[in-house]
């Protein structure tokens, strides 16, 4: 028994049941921000490990380690080329990205140093120790860069992946609310490199609900946040002495 569960086959498993329930109960429960499939996928297979830990009689790390992960780093590994596929959406509107490169690469840049700093700050006031804080300074990338980030910095990686998976249901669920609090409305370039930023995969998702011109933005804020984390977090996190 524990053999055939050790196999990836059973992970790979466990992963799309999870998600494909999480998609059921989205469309069941008529797009309620709680029942984001992503989300959902999450809680779902952190509860299928707690109980197969439980009746294999091991921890629930032991459990994760020994029956989930060989499937889950498969899944993972897809999410490289995923991320890679932001670029048609980008190629299609790259008359934008050309007009406006200067601004965009600016103004990601500098939101994204900022960022660091509101997030060591709010770490700092709840009291989180260093690997939290490590943990959570990448989360403004996708999961396929901010984990390995989170890991290289002594960050704990599973709060880095609960940290990037809550932006995006937040997103997904407020992205409407927040784009006219901010006035991003005002500026589809705007809309599109705030949901992008925020929100990541599933923000980008939301801003082409929206439009091609939002969608292409929310694309190049995935991959150029994705670049300023990988080069500025480490640099970062040493500063302050992680």
Do not use: C
């Amino acid at each position: 028994m524990e053999t055939t569960l050790a196999q990836p086959i059973f992970g790979i498993f466990i992963s799309i049941a999870v998600y494909l329930i999480g998609q059921w109960l989205f469309k069941v429960g008529k797009g309620f921000f709680l029942f984001q499939p992503l989300f959902v996928g999450m809680v779902l297979g952190i509860i299928v490990v707690i109980i197969l830990g439980k009746l294999m009689g091991t921890t629930t790390i032991q459990a994760y380690t020994k029956f989930y992960k060989p499937g889950g780093d498969i899944i993972f590994w897809f999410l490289n080329p995923a991320t890679i596929a932001f670029a048609i959406p980008l190629y299609k509107r790259n008359d934008i990205v050309k007009k406006y490169w200067f601004e965009i690469i600016l103004s990601l840049i500098i939101g994204s140093v900022i960022s660091l700093f509101l997030i060591l700050g709010t770490a700092k006031m709840f009291g989180l120790d260093d690997s939290a804080i490590a943990a959570m300074l990448p989360q403004a990338a996708t999961t396929a860069i901010a984990l390995p980030i989170s890991t290289a910095i002594g960050g704990n990686f599973s709060i880095t992946a609960m940290a990037v998976i809550l932006n995006a249901v937040i997103i997904y669920a407020l992205g409407d609310w927040l784009v006219k609090f901010f006035r991003l409305d005002k500026s589809r370039i705007g809309t599109g490199l705030g949901l992008g930023t925020a929100g990541h995969t599933v923000g980008s998702a939301k801003a082409l609900e929206m439009g091609s011109i939002e969608g292409s933005m929310a694309s190049i804020a995935v991959v150029v946040i994705g670049v300023v984390v990988d080069l500025i977090v480490p640099t970062f996190a040493h500063f302050i002495g992680l």
